[in-house]
């Protein structure tokens, strides 16, 4: 038998409302902040994803499904979005568009992992890319509509942490200190924060090992690095959060695993997912439009897991619901009209079903249950030569006589009505 392949899951009917409410959610929200879809392709080049995560990151280093195309190029399935967004962004001039340049974006994405809860090797993310703009504004923008989002969804013990990463220079500044300091406890990390002592220094503040937490308690902080500018900046930032009333707690630890981030990053978690207890997370990355080519372009974005919001998403929430109608034909003549009738209900757009393989009265009953049908219409050939049917309200277990000719504009308005 052939199954999936390790890391990958199927969404069957059942979870599939689920995946469409959280996914209608937030696009509804990205618009409501003037965010607009994009979809950018799920294979690029693999020069485009080396350059801007950074070809010491844990995805370019371990996570891509990198492939040679049939005239042996490159080629990488997406571990991320921001990358192809610039990519669409700089290929199509949007800079030289006065208008605001905000995209949203939803898909799958592929990062070779080991496979746990609330991570997998094809996941999907949705989120935002704000370019153009340097005000503090933009990154306040981007971050009560993330919070504004996963509100809305009830997703509970969330919080909002934010960092300031300051400007490249700031960074390069505090690099050789933090350096120092790793290389006085370095006996005392992972083989992993070993290796980014070299390679990523940052990225041991942010190591999941608690060995390494402890050992790295006393580091030097970032924070005490920062120009003047930055700090501005990040303030800006604070205050704007506080003006629209987005709770959020600084956390000097947080760094992000990309290299393309500056000033503001920021994470939010949940208390309720375990290990995995990243839900979204983004920043500022102003300098990597013109690193991917094109001209100097401040922008701001998120990303956040929807896998993890699904696992997280109440069981309560209201979703869109299934067929509401079913037509019960038994006999020769009824099930003739009967397939017509059910043609004409969904033309005029009453979400309507009926099983085929049911050929007793008892049995298409047993599937109106299953379906948890609203509305069962009852067509038997004395019906028929009546021209009348007999529709049954499920849930009071009414029942009252309609003209067959009249029962799509009938149960449309029942169905609205409702
Ligand atoms: P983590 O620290 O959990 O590995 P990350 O820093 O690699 O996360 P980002 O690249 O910032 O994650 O992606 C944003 C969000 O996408 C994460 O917060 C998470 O919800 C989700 N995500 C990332 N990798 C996976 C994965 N392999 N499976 C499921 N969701 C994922
Ligand atoms: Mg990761």
Redo the contacts with the bound molecule.
Sequence with gaps: MIKAIKGVKDLLPEESPRWRFIEDTARRWALCYGFQEIRVPIFETTTLFARSIGATT??VEKEMYTFADRDGSSLTLRP?GTAGTVRAFIEHNRAADPRPQKFCYVGP?F?H?RPQA????Q?H?FGVESFGVSDPRADVEVMSLLWRLLSDLTLPGLTLEINNLGYTGDRAQYTPILVAFLKSVESRLCGNCRRRIETNPLRVLDCKVPDCRVATEDAPRLADSLSSAARDHFESVTAGLQSVGIPFHLNPRLV???DYYCLTAF?VTCSHLGA?N?????GRYDGLVEQLGGSAVPAVGF???L??IALMLPETVALPTRPRVYVAAFGTQAVKVGFTLLDELRRTGVPADMDFRAASLKAHLRQADRLEALYTIFLGDDEIAKGVATVRNMQTKAQEDIAISQLPTALHTRLINR
């Excluded at 609330?118 to 090797?121: E, F, K, P, S």
């Excluded at 990243?278 to 983004?282: E, H, K, N, Q």
């Design positions: 844990d995805i991320e994405m990062r992992e609330g991570r997998l090797r996941f993310q992000r695993g990309l994470e995995q990243a839900v979204g997370a983004g990303a956040v897991g896998e993890r």
